[in-house]
């Protein structure tokens, strides 16, 4: 199956399902993925987007910076998305998210990751996954290609809805 950036959410897990498992290994080789968001009509669709999201960041301790975004002057930042109360975000017109993150994000920027790569099964698969610090979220990778990943993110917030599906593409060299 191919995937596009806009589809159903049913045609997502179809894709997922038909994805390899990815290792913590393969994902801290390139490091720093560059992210993009798949449309599905999920209420998550349009915030990493409106927050200029730019990726994220693996590191050797198996922690991960799952949201480093473009600062106005063009620098890549991490922020500790923790403090970030996406359950209520999402209720927010993205156009005030985009100027609400302008002024918060130098507020909560950090040098520590606030996730950590874990081992799980996911829907029949073994893989790797990322898990929040004190946020009720899993984002679930596996392999596209050698140069993509999806992620699939899973959160008591979106129950009984569907995930909220991403990419991670290599940075081009």
């Known amino acids: 199956m191919i995937y596009t950036k806009k589809m159903t959410s049913e045609q997502a897990l179809e894709f997922y399902d038909s994805l390899e ?10 490091g720093e993925w560059h992210g993009a968001e798949i449309e599905t009509e999920h209420i998550m669709d349009g915030v ?10 693996f590191e050797p301790n198996r ?3 799952p949201l480093l975004y473009k600062g ?3 620098k890549i930042h991490s922020v500790d998305a923790g403090k970030i109360p996406f359950q ?16 918060v994000a130098p507020l909560i920027h950090t040098k520590k990751p606030c996730t950590q790569f874990w081992d799980v099964e996911y829907r029949g698969k073994r893989t790797g996954a990322m898990v929040w610090d004190g946020l ?6 596996a392999r596209i290609n050698e140069n993509e990943v999806l992620g699939v993110t899973v959160s008591k917030w979106f129950d009984p809805g569907p995930p909220y599906f991403f990419t991670l593409t290599k940075p081009k060299t």
Do not use: N, Q, Y
């Not at 498992?21 to 390139?30: C, D, K, N, R």
């Not at 009720?136 to 990778?141: A, G, H, K, L, T």
């Open 72 to 74: 106005i002057t063009g």
């Open 48 to 57: 990493l987007e409106a927050v200029k999201w730019h990726g994220k960041r």
């Open 136 to 141: 009720p979220i899993v984002e679930v990778f």
């Open 88 to 103: 209520h975000l999402v209720k927010l017109p993205r156009w005030l998210i985009r100027i609400a993150f302008v002024f």
């Open 63 to 65: 922690g991960i910076h």
């Open 21 to 30: 498992p990815i290792t913590f290994e393969e994902l801290l080789e390139v």
